[in-house]
């Protein structure tokens, strides 16, 4: 596990923790290392799980899928990302997602239920990884509340609109790259992907956005362009 230690200290969930007292806990909570190929399921909907996943390399798209293999894409998790960890803290509760690696990657699964009952000598990192556990399903709810923002709009040009400015503010500047390729937004924001590249293509002849693959440049309008306008 000790190789591993790069990733943990950066991840939200091993915060304030030293290298020894996150080899500690790993112990703990019985973590097992395992290796999936592009395109493989770590979980399936309809399953249940006492272990959470954390992306160590590569990346997993966390998703809900009908029978007719329509994908709702609820997020990307890359390395230091936690998956699945809700369900592994209902014991019992049955999965309506389902979480596939969208390239070859590593997972360390935590046992939560090993988490979530004090250890006999109470020890203080034991107490520091309850409350980040907290903060990281907190994270994942404000996650979700976003998604539904973006879908919760009734055009495709408003979803788009909507998830870039998020996008935008999230990484404090007008140039980004998102997660997603062009398949996975649409599957995001729950919309057609030609009826989505179509808007692209309008907002950037409009003169909104200039993008390039992943990459996303929003254009803020200024008073001389709405002054202009009038």
Request: hydrophobic share 40%; aromatic share 6%.
């Amino acid at each position: 596990m000790e190789k591993y230690l790069p990733i943990l200290r950066n991840s939200p969930f091993f915060k304030g923790l030293s290298d020894n007292e996150i080899l500690s806990i790993l112990h703990c909570v019985n973590a097992t290392v395992i290796s999936k190929e592009r395109a493989s399921y770590i979980f399936r909907a309809g399953d249940s799980t006492e272990v959470m996943g954390l992306v160590v390399s590569g990346c997993v798209l966390v998703m809900q899928e009908d029978l007719w293999g329509h994908r709702n894409i609820l997020s990307k998790c890359h390395a230091g990302d936690f998956f699945g960890e809700p369900y592994a803290a209902s014991l019992g509760a049955v999965l309506n997602i389902s979480v596939a690696a969208d390239e070859d990657c590593e997972i360390i699964f935590l046992n939560v239920q090993r988490l979530l009952v004090t250890c006999q000598t109470a020890c203080e990192h034991h107490q520091k990884l309850i409350r980040n556990l907290v903060s990281v399903l907190a994270n994942k709810i404000l996650i979700l509340n976003d998604k539904i923002t973006h879908v919760g709009k009734r055009t495709t040009r408003d979803k788009l609109l909507s998830y870039l400015s998020a996008e935008s503010i999230r990484h404090s500047s007008l140039s980004f790259d998102i997660p997603f390729d062009r398949q996975q937004l649409a599957d995001y924001l729950c919309i057609d992907r030609a009826a989505m590249s179509t808007e692209i293509s309008k907002l950037q002849k409009e003169g909104f956005i200039k993008t390039n693959r992943n990459h996303f440049e929003l254009i803020a309008c200024n008073e001389t362009d709405l002054q202009a306008d009038k």
